[in-house]
């Protein structure tokens, strides 16, 4: 059967046509097949791999390789989704021309359609470059965990007037430099509600209330892996930390009385 595949375009359309856009992060070939196949419209290869794939406490030590290695794992599980890939940080702040490079790796090494990068009007000539290179960009603001330096703590963004005006002004410069979709993290929703009203380009939203065109979560998050983490927007919606922890132990009790493996699991 043909798949009417998920591209930039239909993005837009669904905006357009009031379609909400679902996403989920995902960072390896099976898992990637399985949201795929449940008819996930994008899957983002999150720069999130560097706490729940690697354990880092921040997202800052991922390495372009290690996003290349998770981004073309999944790739290889997909045939419909949108597979957009988070640029690491130190990849593209503050040099277009090494941006450029960093993003053609990506392209390049793992067939995925998009790159995402966090950032306002900072990155601009970054996001100009990629795009005049024929790479969609998806921008991302609000909680931005690559500057979690910078803020201190992964509180709420942009509840103070003068970020909430940065915010907006950075979502129409990334509109304007081509970007074909942001991510806003964490902030008010009545704030992402005007800044989804003003945009042309859809608005996926996490932590940003549900008057945005589609939303993000983390996949280990959502689906109950990650126990220490559990901030007010996190749905979970299933408990896959109990679950495997009681298919690991009966198989340890299995292996330690010999009841595994019978007489019909053997040759
Ligand atoms: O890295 C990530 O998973 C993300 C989402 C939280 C949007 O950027």
Redesign the pocket.
């Known amino acids: 059967m043909k798949v009417r595949k998920v591209t930039t375009h239909v993005l837009n359309e669904m905006k357009l046509h009031g379609e909400k856009i679902s996403m989920l992060?995902a960072y390896d070939y099976s898992m990637a097949k399985i949201l795929d196949n449940a008819g996930i419209d994008v899957i983002?290869v999150?720069?999130?791999?560097s706490n729940v794939m690697a354990g880092f406490d921040t997202?800052l030590p991922i390495t372009l390789d290690a996003m290349i290695y998770h981004a073309s794992s999944v790739v290889r599980g997909v045939k419909r989704a949108l597979v957009v890939v988070?640029m690491p940080f130190g990849t593209y702040q503050g040099n277009s021309k090494m941006a450029l490079q960093s993003a053609i790796r990506i392209m390049k090494e793992t067939g995925a359609h998009a790159v995402?990068m966090e950032g306002g009007e900072e990155i601009e000539e970054s996001v100009k470059r990629i795009i005049s290179a024929g790479i969609p960009v998806m921008g991302?603001l609000g909680l931005t965990?690559q500057s979690i330096y910078k803020f201190g703590t992964y509180t709420v963004r942009a509840r103070e007037k003068a970020e909430a005006e940065k915010l907006i002004n950075d979502a129409h410069v990334l509109q304007n430099a081509g970007c074909f979709s942001i991510?806003l993290?964490k902030i008010p929703a009545k704030l992402a509600e005007e800044v989804t009203s003003q945009l042309r380009m859809p608005v996926i939203g996490?932590g940003a209330g549900n008057k945005v065109d589609g939303q993000?979560l983390?996949l280990h998050d959502m689906l109950g892996i990650t126990q220490e983490f559990s901030p007010r927007f996190l749905r979970r919606y299933a408990n896959l930390f109990d679950l495997i922890t009681d298919a690991v132990r009966n198989y340890i009790d299995d292996v330690k009385s010999m009841d595994f493996p019978n007489e019909n699991e053997q040759y």
């Open positions: 992060t983002l999150g720069d999130s791999a997202t988070d995402k991302h965990p991510v993290e996490i993000v983390v």
